[in-house]
Every structure is written in C-alpha cells, then in structure tokens.
C-alpha cells in the first residue's frame, strides 16, 4: 500500500456519512467523498494518554471524540503540512471500535485504564484486518488473521488501534547502507523537530508520530536500540523491556535472543500505562516462562517523584566524549540526579562493545531462522528469506532505490541454530555484554567495587541529516548492552543541541522495569527537559 492509499482509510474514519466504494482488486474500502471539515472536538496537541483516560472516566470526553481528533491530525500534519510520513496505514475500523468501547462505558463496562485510549503500532507487529509488511512492498498482501499476542492484550485492555506506523524497512536490517526511517511501502519519515533530520529507526514513524501528537502513545519494536534511538531523538520516553516480558508472538522477527517490542510516549506516566497493558506472559514466546510471576500488576505504581533519593548510579563515560551538548546535558542530568539524593559514580565496563561482532553474527543465524518461521506461518507467496531476496532483486528498481540487501544475503548464507559457529557467538554476546558487562558492573566490580541500581548513559548523539546517498550517519550511542543482555533499559529527555532532542539512559537487571519507570519519572519531573517539536524545515548556522 502506497501513502497515498492510506489517505482514503483516513478519509473513511472523517466522514460521519457517504457511499462507501469497494474499489475491485483493493483489499479496503475508499470513500467518495472528502474528509470532513468540522474541528475537532479536542486539541491532541501534547495531550498525555493518563489526561486523556481521566477526562473519559470524568465524562469530559469520548474515545471516538478523540480518535476522531487524531486521524484528523494525522491528515494535516502526516499527510499534508510537514508531510512527516510516519503512519503507513489507518485502522478502516478505528472510529467504530471508540464508538464501540463508548458504548461500553455508558453501560458500566471499563476494562481498564487503557480503555479508549487511541495507540499506533509498528509496522512489523500482526494486527488483524491490516497488513503486517515490516515496510516491505514484498509483504504488502500479508493480512494477518489473528492479532498478535500483545495486540491481544491491548484490544482486551481497552485500546483503540488507530493505525500502524512506518519503519526503516525489515527494522534495518536489509542493508548497511540504509538510511532510518525508509521503507519501500511507507517512503521516508521525518523527524518532526527538524524535518531533514533523520527519526532514527527502526521504530522510525512511531517516534515521529507520537512526538508531534499524532496518537496518545504508541508501540516499537528493539532489537539493539530501536525503541531508544527513536524515542531519543524524537523527545520521547521509551522503555525496552527484559526480553520475554512482553510477547513476541505475532512480530516479524530479527533475533529471538533480543527481540522485544515496549512503549514509546511523551510522559513517563503513558509509558507505565502502555506497559501494564502490553505486558504478559506468553507460553509460545520461547522467552515467555522466564517471565512467569515477574509481571507488575501495574506499572505506574512506580511514579514517585523521590525514586531516584538513596539510589546509586554508574554512569558509563565510555558512551560519552563524542559531542559537547551531549557532554553537557548528561552533566546537568547527574546533578539533577544528585540534586535529588541520588549518589553517582564513575564506572568502566572491561567487555565495553567487545559483543557487537559476536552479536552480529547471532543476528544473521537469527533473523533466517526467524523470519523463516513467520513467512511459512503467516502462509507469505515469499515463503522463505531466500525467496525474498530474489523478488527484491526482480523488484529492484521499487524496493532498492537507494540502497540494497547485503544483511539479507549475509544471513541466508548462515545455516541452521545447530551450527557450532552460532552458538559459540550466542554465548560470548550475552557473556560479554551480560554476566561480564552489565551484571559484573551493577553488582561491584573491580573498576567501581559497589553494588549499583542502575547504569546511565547518553542514548545517543542529536538526529543527523537524513541522506539516501550515504546512508545513517550515526555517532554514539550508550544502550547496545542492555540490547544484548537482554536486559531492560529506559530513554528519557534531558535536554537538546540546536533543538535537537537528546536522552539519557538507565540500564538495569533483568524484570527491574518498575525501577526504571521509577528513575525515569523523577528524573522527568525534576528537569521537566521534553520541548514540543515545532516541524522546522531545516538547520540555519
């Protein structure tokens, strides 16, 4: 589906009545007439989800209301305006469900603290009457039947799908040249601060659309930084959970060793609402049993403004010293920690990026394994990556325009999990960057010899100039051991460099989510560092 095929879903949630046409050989319904016209009946504009849940409970406002609200700001701001090009496809059912959950309320029915609550979700995860196609033209006939487990979840909590969100094409991991936020199926997305910036990916076009107010919160995929790297850049607190604390069942898989999908939001707060509902035992999730009994029932307990007081922190400066702002908003960053009764203290990790080389070589096994398996479930004409990679290539000219798919034919020349290669790489990422690394760090090890209750880092450096001829121009980044440990890890703004946003990250033990809701909440409340995007078309020097 091009962008422009998604106006038309847009255009059928806006009008309140028409014809509706079915369009012979199109797998949705289009509109014959144009979107209505009529102002919303709510200004989404920073709206936080937890507002929006009490003005519904209040009797303030309806989910359709909202909704409505929404895929109207989507047309003018995605669509139109700055064209940020961040929603890949509108939900055709969106309006109806809110109507529907409106209903329920009136009659005495609330699931939850979700419930109305509009989300947007990547492009890589099963949602049931949409298409599920990673951002590749390959997958845009790929019709889910069931939603995913997770998407389960969030429905039977009450959540309004309002559409899914463009990404960089098959979560980066076709090329490396590519260039964050493109997809053959969605085109670009921008950064909405500074349009020409890149959104960073892969969780590109939810980044970009819950910055400039396009859903209440929405959903992202990681594999090593793709939550945190689009939350950062884009103003954002993301959280990456433990691997298995949130079902995998139902995404399009780059590795099962550190897949998982988490909550990017404007406040801390809506991202301790998402994760409540989002997260869940599966029993499929291979990952899943480790999970069992490590669940909080809620996530927003955590919020306390004195989380970080008594605390102590390590903070990585081996992430640091590769850009003066980035430098300066981390120091202000540990003084306000400090500021509120939080001790840090200097750290060294001995294994520091010793797994990223192993860590490659995991992905490739992986991800051929992986998306093997769902291509064969999901019943895909391109049933296997190798039948992939030679319809890119009849395709080219639509699916390569910029850059190619050397990750792919890397992968497919891997063998099977069994292979002697593969487990030895497993073994050294997750020792290097966990037991080694993390785990040896926060539990005292020779270069700090005090127990820690989290690492920081900088997320990464400002966006760069999105570039189709060279690729990502990417500088620093503070989260790929956590990435590759396995282990959870949270993004919240601290500050920015000519207006470009920049994160700090808290890294932590297994399950210890809460904790770092806790860390991030107060560490937002006391530096309040999150500025709108104002959708500037470029930097002046």
Request: proline share 5%.
């Amino acid at each position: 589906m091009t962008i422009s095929d998604r106006r038309f879903r847009i255009a059928d949630q806006l009008t309140i009545a028409g014809c509706v046409i079915v369009l012979a050989g199109c797998s949705q319904t289009r509109v014959a007439e144009a979107p209505t016209t009529e102002k919303p009946a709510i200004d989404v504009i920073e709206l936080s989800a937890t507002d929006a849940r009490d003005r519904m409970a209040s009797g303030q406002l309806t989910s359709e209301a909202l909704t409505k609200a929404y895929l109207d700001r989507i047309a003018k701001i995605d669509d139109a305006g700055p064209k940020l090009g961040s929603v890949i496809e509108i939900n055709p059912k969106a309006a109806a469900d809110a109507a529907a959950l409106d209903a329920e309320r009136k009659a005495g029915t609330v699931r939850g603290p979700m419930h109305g609550i509009p989300i947007l979700i990547k492009d890589n995860v099963d949602v049931a009457g949409m298409v599920n196609s990673a951002g590749s033209l390959a997958l845009a006939d790929n019709h889910p039947a069931v939603d995913a487990f997770m998407v389960k979840r969030l429905r039977d909590a009450g959540a309004v799908i309002l559409g899914k969100a463009n990404l960089s094409e098959w979560a980066n991991f076709r090329s490396t040249r590519s260039t964050s936020g493109w997809s053959s199926r969605g085109g670009q997305t921008k950064n909405p601060y500074v349009l020409d910036r890149n959104p960073c990916g892969s969780s590109s076009g939810t980044g970009a659309a819950i910055a400039a107010s396009l859903a209440a919160i929405g959903i992202g995929t990681e594999t090593d930084g793709s939550i945190i790297c689009p939350s950062s850049v884009n103003g954002l607190a993301g959280l990456k959970p433990t691997v298995g604390l949130v079902s995998r069942s139902g995404i399009i898989p780059i590795s099962v060793s550190q897949d998982t999908a988490g909550p990017m939001a404007r406040t801390v707060a809506d991202v301790a609402l998402l994760l409540t509902a989002m997260a869940g035992a599966d029993p499929v999730d291979p990952a899943g049993a480790a999970a069992n009994g490590k669940v909080a029932a809620d996530y927003s307990t955590f919020l306390k403004a004195e989380a970080l007081k008594g605390k102590r922190f390590g903070v990585v400066r081996q992430a640091m010293g590769y850009h003066p702002d980035v430098d300066a908003s981390m120091t202000k960053a540990i003084d306000a920690i400090k500021a509120a009764g939080g001790e840090v203290i200097d750290v060294k990790i001995a294994t520091y990026n010793a797994w990223n080389d192993p860590e490659f070589v995991v992905l490739l096994y992986e991800f051929k394994d992986g998306l093997n398996g769902y291509l064969k479930k999901a019943g895909s004409p391109h049933a296997s990556l190798e039948a992939l990679i030679a319809w890119n290539r009849a395709n080219e000219k639509q699916v390569m325009p910029i850059f190619g798919q050397e990750i792919f034919e890397q992968a497919q020349a891997k063998g099977p999990l069994t292979d002697a290669a593969y487990i030895k790489a497993r073994d050294i990422a997750r020792r290097l960057a966990g037991k080694d690394g993390l785990m040896a760090t926060l539990e005292g090890n020779k270069a700090n010899a005090v127990k820690l209750d989290a690492l920081i880092a900088p997320s990464l450096s400002p966006a760069w100039p999105t570039d189709h001829v060279l690729g990502d121009h990417f500088v620093g980044a503070g989260y790929g051991m956590a990435a590759v440990a396995g282990t959870p890890s949270i993004t919240v703004p601290i500050g920015d460099s000519h207006g470009l946003p920049l994160g700090i990250t808290f890294m932590g033990r297994a399950y210890s989510e809460g904790e770092l809701i806790g860390f991030g909440f107060a560490l937002e409340q006391a530096t309040k560092a999150r500025r709108p995007p104002r959708f500037t078309p470029t930097l002046v020097n």
